[in-house]
């Protein structure tokens, strides 16, 4: 590829990538999404966008030409996703119709960064969140109680969470919602929850919020749809960033907000690793 037909490559985190675990025989889908994994990783480093996908495992100052400050990508630890049930296949295996996550849905929450804080509150008990504290996320009153009412109709099973801050004192929020099938979830997530344009319901110390057009079509996990937005000025006490995550029976839902900005490299880092967790 000559330097005229290069082109540009979106920031990928620089944690190390994701490892999945070894799929059924059967499970074919998941066998070429690691494959097509595996050549983006030979590609990318051989054409000399290492950046993105190459070197993701080394520290910049290792690189050659990378001797610079972090662009504010977050140190995640190595991910690696749970083992699964003796005999079930993954969420997105030719015979899993129902796109069911077998594996414990609290080990599928993406962990904090290094050097953050944990937010105690969101462990729930036995590391259920309860809905009612999921639903505090929501500003009014009534698109809570409506929003409770659709779990319910949808058969919400359970709720995995955390929290954390970090240095910069930008807050994270992450919440897998267990439904029974992934058409209750995608049904969900089509109609009014995640339009394009903005979200379905206003979440607390949020104004108005837009589609995030600053996601890269090539970081996206091709089974996970996701939709981001961002909130416009005037902000209030803080600057919120939301996205909702598709992915089989799980509702993702990610929040960061932070006094002045919320960053856009770490919350679009943030939504990439969790849908290749899920994904």
Do not use: C
């Not at 109680?145 to 659709?150: A, I």
């Not at 319910?152 to 929020?173: E, S």
């Not at 339009?195 to 110390?205: A, E, F, K, N």
């Not at 600053?214 to 996701?226: K, L, M």
């Amino acid at each position: 590829m000559t330097e005229q037909q290069h082109t540009e490559v979106p920031p990928m985190p620089d944690a190390a990538p994701l490892v999945p675990q070894p799929a059924p025989k059967k499970d074919r889908r998941v066998l070429r999404a690691v494959l097509r994994w595996t050549a983006a990783v030979v590609v990318f480093a051989a054409a000399g966008a290492g950046t993105a996908y190459g070197i993701t495992g080394m520290e910049r100052t290792d690189v050659p030409g990378l001797k610079t400050e972090s662009d504010g990508r977050w140190d995640y630890p190595t991910l690696t996703k749970p083992p699964l049930p003796s005999g079930s296949p993954g969420p997105f295996a030719e015979d899993n119709k129902a796109g069911a996550h077998y594996a414990d849905l609290r080990a599928l929450v993406l962990p904090a960064p290094k050097g953050a804080t944990e937010d105690k509150a969101l462990s729930g008990k036995d590391g259920w969140l309860a809905t009612k504290d999921f639903l505090a996320e929501y500003a009014q009153k009534d698109e809570r109680e409506t929003l409770r009412q659709k779990f319910v109709d949808n058969g919400l099973r359970h709720i995995a969470a955390r929290g954390w801050t970090t240095p910069d004192g930008t807050h994270t929020r992450i919440y897998l919602l267990h439904f029974d099938t992934a058409a209750v979830v995608d049904d969900m997530f089509s109609s009014d929850i995640a339009p394009y344009s903005s979200p379905g319901y206003q979440l607390r110390g949020a104004g108005s919020s837009v589609n995030d057009e600053g996601f890269a079509p090539q970081a996206r996990v091709e089974e996970v749809p996701y939709s981001a937005y961002v909130e416009t000025k005037p902000y209030g006490a803080e600057m919120v960033r939301q996205a909702y995550l598709s992915a089989g029976d799980v509702l993702g839902v990610i929040v960061q907000s932070r006094k002045g900005t919320a960053q856009p490299v770490p919350f679009r880092q943030t939504v990439i690793l969790q849908s290749q967790l899920l994904g």
